[in-house]
């Protein structure tokens, strides 16, 4: 057996007591945390995820194998430093991945996927970006560069995203103080997940949340503003086809309004939200005027009340 079907058959087991659990205590709170067909959809997700990353996974190691061959040494993988430098590395490198997937539209209509549930438990974590496997070992190509040897980057990101569905849940408060501080915990990633207008695009870490610390996506959980999640407009049709491809819909509506080239490359790689007319607004658009700041619209544009505003 490879090490990723062994972390499968650890991993399956610690899902099914961890959503039991989850399941018990959810019933025993009377939260409802769970729905039959937002769960279905989760594990279908899933499963349309795992088939396209086996499908991109030959070209992806053929990328990364045709790097690692020209890097300048290729370290050994019998020292701790080796997996412990990894880690670290494979944590950063989806970092950027994954702020990538939210400040860009392009991006963000892939990940937008997992943002999709409105009912925030254990199985939401199965709720992948179905078409990231094109892109995201791009992100890990300097690691193979630098030597490391692909198959073991693959392996981490598979580690690292097993262990990060364990923390979409809200049935863990905070945690120790210094646990906070290094590591994303189910309170940095129910911000994540948050639609509120402070909780936009912040907490972007999968497993460190230091990253998030130093270049500024950070925000505590606010006991005083209650996480409401899903999307700020969520799509009525809640099934999977539609979960998967409506924001390109949207995308596509907003191409066909847009007159000039130049727009419409704003509209596709801009962030989500933005608009040439101000109909709708980013989250850092967003958060200033929630914040009585200056929203950078255009001038001729009068800022709609917060009721008003649309979002992806």
């Not at 702020?99 to 549930?117: E, G, N, P």
């Not at 936009?200 to 500024?216: E, P």
Request: charged fraction near 15%; hydrophobic fraction near 45%.
């Amino acid at each position: 057996m490879d090490r990723e079907t062994i972390l499968v058959s650890f991993a399956a087991p610690v899902y099914i007591a961890a959503i039991g659990l989850e399941l018990i205590i959810s019933h025993w709170r009377k939260t409802k945390l769970y729905t039959f067909k937002e769960t279905a959809t989760n594990v279908y997700l899933m499963a349309l995820n795992i088939t396209f990353d086996l499908l991109c996974r030959g070209i992806a190691f053929a990328a990364m194998y045709f790097c690692y061959q020209w890097a300048p040494v290729q370290f050994s993988t019998s020292t701790v430093l080796y997996w412990f430098s990894l880690i670290i590395l494979v944590d950063i490198m989806y970092y950027w991945l994954h702020r990538l997937d939210h400040y860009s539209r392009f991006f963000w209509a892939v990940h937008v996927t997992h943002h999709s549930s409105t009912h925030y438990n254990i199985s939401a974590g199965f709720r992948s970006s179905v078409f990231e496997p094109l892109y995201r070992f791009v992100f890990y190509i300097p690691l193979a560069f630098i030597g490391f040897n692909p198959l073991d980057v693959f392996f981490i990101h598979s580690l690292l995203q097993t262990i990060g569905v364990l923390v979409h849940t809200q049935h863990i408060g905070k945690l120790p103080a210094w646990i906070e501080y290094i590591f994303v915990t189910p309170s940095h990633h129910r911000v994540h997940h948050g639609s509120n207008v402070q909780y936009l695009d912040k907490n972007m870490g999968m497993t460190l949340i230091i990253w998030d610390r130093l270049f500024s996506t950070f925000a505590e959980e606010d006991p005083l503003e209650p996480i409401e999640y899903g999307l700020t407009k969520n799509p009525e049709d809640r099934g999977a086809v539609n979960i998967v491809f409506h924001e390109w819909r949207h995308l596509w509506k907003d191409l066909g309004k847009s007159k000039s080239w130049s727009v419409k490359w704003k509209y596709i790689f801009k962030p989500p939200g933005w608009s040439h007319d101000g109909s709708s607004l980013t989250a850092d658009q967003m958060r200033a005027l929630k914040y009585n700041q200056h929203p950078s619209v255009p001038d001729e544009i009068s800022y709609p009340s917060v009721g008003e505003i649309q979002h992806p």
